[in-house]
């Protein structure tokens, strides 16, 4: 029988603090091209694109407010 007063302890066994220090990466293009992953290729891809226009407008709105003149057109640049 199990007992409740002492957690389990051992190689197997792994704690919620332990988890959140492993840090996850995130896969390179490269490996999942190497696991034949090719949907997940394309949503990395498509996350990164995302990723780059939003960096984009940001950057462009910034160097607006440091000229000191309002953004321009309303509808931002879009790939």
């Not at 957690?7 to 896969?27: F, I, L, N």
């Not at 949907?39 to 709105?61: D, P, W």
Request: aromatic residues 8%.
């Amino acid at each position: 029988m199990l007992s409740r007063q002492k957690p389990a302890t051992g190689p197997g066994s792994s704690t919620p603090a332990q988890e959140s220090k492993k840090k996850k990466q995130m896969p390179t293009l490269e490996e999942y091209l190497d696991k034949r992953d090719y949907t997940g290729a394309i949503t990395l891809l498509e996350v990164s694109r995302i990723c780059c226009v939003f960096i984009f407008n940001q950057l462009k709105a910034a160097h607006y407010r440091k000229e000191g003149r309002k953004e321009g057109r309303k509808n931002r640049f879009c790939i």
